[in-house]
């Protein structure tokens, strides 16, 4: 089955930790997205990458890091940087730049 | 950049009712979408509709892109309709997609 996976489903960070979160597509798509969402709102675009080994700030991405070293694959980092990461995080991916974005089922991290 | 407004942000219907979601955008777009988002949160394509008219089932979309809105209709409404709907849009020039607040809808038996 084609489609985008995200791993975890659910994760807790402690104060001051870094956490990472999974993101894989197999629809052999170029472009890669990460968003956030808070309750009641809409998604934010954090990091997108057109290719392989680039990548672009989206609106929210201090307190984040990515890389882009697979197709496939474009992991999230959340630093200790990040003031406030309790949220759900989607991530998606896309043909091209413009064209239709599909999305993963999402991982909710949670701050303790 | 780019903003997106939709209305009305919360909606209840009673199962078989029918109802028109809307979406304005303050510019030009090449990419509009329209998802629904699951108790889940899974986010689920509906349309990709710049411009045009698409039906889907009970689902039908419409964008004027010259008055800068899009409408997403939602016929014989059922409660597994129920869950937010989201319009998004890519600005020209650009490649991010930018959210509205979403249409909350419930629908009731």
């Known amino acids: 089955d084609g489609g985008i996976t995200q791993s975890p489903k659910y994760l807790f960070r402690k104060e001051g930790q870094n956490v990472t979160l999974s993101c894989e597509q197999n629809?052999?798509?170029?472009?890669m997205y990460w968003y956030r969402q808070d309750p009641g709102q809409g998604l934010r675009l954090i990091y997108y990458s057109q290719i392989v080994n680039d990548f672009q700030k989206g609106d929210i991405a201090e307190g984040y890091s990515v890389s882009r070293e697979k197709k496939e694959s474009f992991p999230l980092t959340v630093t200790s940087a990040q003031k406030n990461p309790t949220a759900f995080y989607l991530c998606a991916s896309s043909a091209g730049g413009r064209e239709t974005q599909y999305f993963g089922p999402g991982t909710r991290l949670l701050v303790l | 950049g780019i903003q997106v407004e939709q209305s009305p942000p919360d909606l209840i219907l009673q199962e078989g009712a029918n109802s028109t979601l809307r979406c304005n955008f303050s510019?030009?777009?090449?990419?509009l979408q329209w998802f629904h988002q699951n108790p889940w949160g899974q986010l689920i394509n509906l349309f990709y509709i710049p411009s045009g008219t698409k039906q889907n089932g009970r689902l039908s979309a419409t964008t004027v892109a010259t008055e800068r809105y899009s409408l997403l209709y939602i016929s014989s409404s059922q409660t597994t309709d129920s869950g937010v709907y989201f319009c998004?849009?890519?600005?020209?020039?650009?490649?991010?997609?930018?959210f509205g607040k979403g249409t909350k809808l419930s629908v009731i038996p």
């Open positions: 629809l052999n798509h170029d472009a």
């Open positions: 510019d030009s777009v090449n990419n």
């Open positions: 998004a849009v890519t600005g020209a020039g650009s490649y991010q997609l930018t």
